[in-house]
């Protein structure tokens, strides 16, 4: 298969795209159909679309044949973003963010430490070998920022816990943001990763703009694509990387992260 990237940021390409990989479907009488309709065309309900049902899972074929990979970024706070380049992108391992947990609170009760962990309870296997990402960036550090300025969610959420449990009131959150630096990845996640009630979502959203743009009826909805891998992702995936200057921090005033680190040894 040829490499071709579907990149979210870019609606101007893969709008154009689709004449190439489903004209056959999205064709004049279609277009002329919703130009007459003008139906409002949300992505969570096809309806909109003549015969639907036999529609949408053809388009969703063509667009995994089409593209081979989608582009997509991974926020994270690394104290070594050389290991991605080396090793890829591994899956969520809760024995590895526990032992990690550990050696950055050793100064707390190891009861204590246990007590945060096992009032996890099963999110430890639930999340097991999964990596999220967000198909645009820029909406990833305004909505989840959390992951470049705190690192693992998983990591986050124990010293919240251990939070609750102090006496004297210290928040143990706040020392992620001492250790690593602000990162996002660039990765071009390979289409067959992809699980296809994912890769039904972007097609749907393919769909829903498209529609609005054919109609003249858009929907002021700011779509972006989730990806959730279940599996590692290869070194050679990742494309690039930066670190954001500012970050839309929920969990701290004035509500802006403010990074003093935007290069490394490994910026190009």
């Given at each position: 298969?040829?490499?071709?990237?579907?990149?979210?940021?870019?609606?101007?390409?893969?709008?154009?795209?689709?004449?190439?990989?489903?004209?056959?479907?999205?064709?004049?009488?279609?277009?002329?159909?919703?130009?007459?309709?003008?139906?409002?065309?949300?992505?969570?309900?096809?309806?909109?679309?003549?015969?639907?049902e036999?529609?949408?899972?053809?388009f969703?074929?063509k667009?995994?044949s089409?593209?081979?990979?989608?582009?997509?970024?991974?926020?994270?706070?690394?104290?070594?973003?050389?290991?991605?380049?080396?090793?890829?992108?591994?899956?969520?391992?809760?024995?590895?963010i526990?032992?990690?947990?550990?050696?950055?609170?050793?100064?707390?009760?190891?009861?204590?430490?246990?007590?945060?962990?096992?009032e996890?309870?099963?999110?430890?296997?639930?999340?097991?070998?999964?990596?999220?990402?967000?198909?645009?960036?820029?909406?990833?550090?305004?909505?989840?920022?959390?992951?470049?300025?705190?690192?693992?969610?998983?990591?986050?959420?124990?010293?919240a816990?251990?939070?609750?449990?102090?006496?004297?009131?210290?928040?143990?959150?706040?020392?992620?943001?001492?250790?690593?630096?602000?990162?996002?990845?660039?990765?071009?996640?390979?289409?067959?990763?992809?699980?296809?009630?994912?890769?039904?979502?972007?097609?749907?959203?393919?769909?829903?703009?498209?529609?609005?743009?054919?109609?003249?009826?858009?929907?002021g909805?700011?779509?972006?694509?989730?990806?959730?891998?279940?599996?590692?992702?290869?070194?050679?995936?990742?494309?690039?990387?930066?670190?954001?200057?500012?970050?839309?921090?929920?969990?701290?005033?004035?509500?802006?992260?403010?990074?003093?680190?935007?290069?490394?040894?490994?910026?190009?």
């Open positions: 298969m040829k490499h071709r990237t579907l990149d979210w940021r870019n609606r101007r390409s893969w709008l154009g795209s689709l004449r190439f990989y489903a004209g056959d479907l999205l064709d004049p009488a279609m277009r002329r159909h919703l130009e007459r309709k003008r139906p409002k065309c949300w992505s969570d309900d096809l309806s909109w679309l003549p015969d639907h036999e529609l949408v899972p053809a969703c074929d667009l995994a089409y593209y081979s990979h989608a582009k997509a970024f991974h926020g994270c706070r690394p104290e070594n973003i050389r290991s991605y380049y080396e090793h890829g992108l591994q899956g969520h391992q809760a024995d590895r526990q032992a990690r947990f550990r050696e950055l609170f050793s100064d707390v009760a190891p009861d204590q430490l246990q007590k945060a962990i096992d996890l309870g099963n999110r430890s296997t639930s999340e097991k070998g999964k990596i999220w990402l967000t198909g645009d960036d820029r909406k990833m550090l305004d909505d989840f920022g959390h992951y470049s300025i705190n690192g693992s969610e998983y990591l986050l959420s124990l010293a816990r251990l939070t609750r449990f102090d006496r004297y009131g210290e928040d143990y959150r706040w020392r992620l943001r001492e250790i690593g630096v602000p990162t996002v990845l660039e990765v071009d996640i390979p289409f067959a990763l992809i699980r296809p009630g994912q890769q039904a979502e972007v097609a749907n959203m393919i769909l829903s703009v498209w529609g609005q743009n054919v109609t003249g009826k858009h929907l909805m700011d779509l972006s694509p989730c990806y959730v891998i279940h599996g590692d992702i290869p070194a050679d995936c990742i494309k690039d990387h930066y670190h954001p200057e500012r970050i839309r921090d929920v969990h701290r005033e004035p509500g802006m992260y403010v990074s003093t680190v935007t290069q490394c040894e490994m910026c190009a």
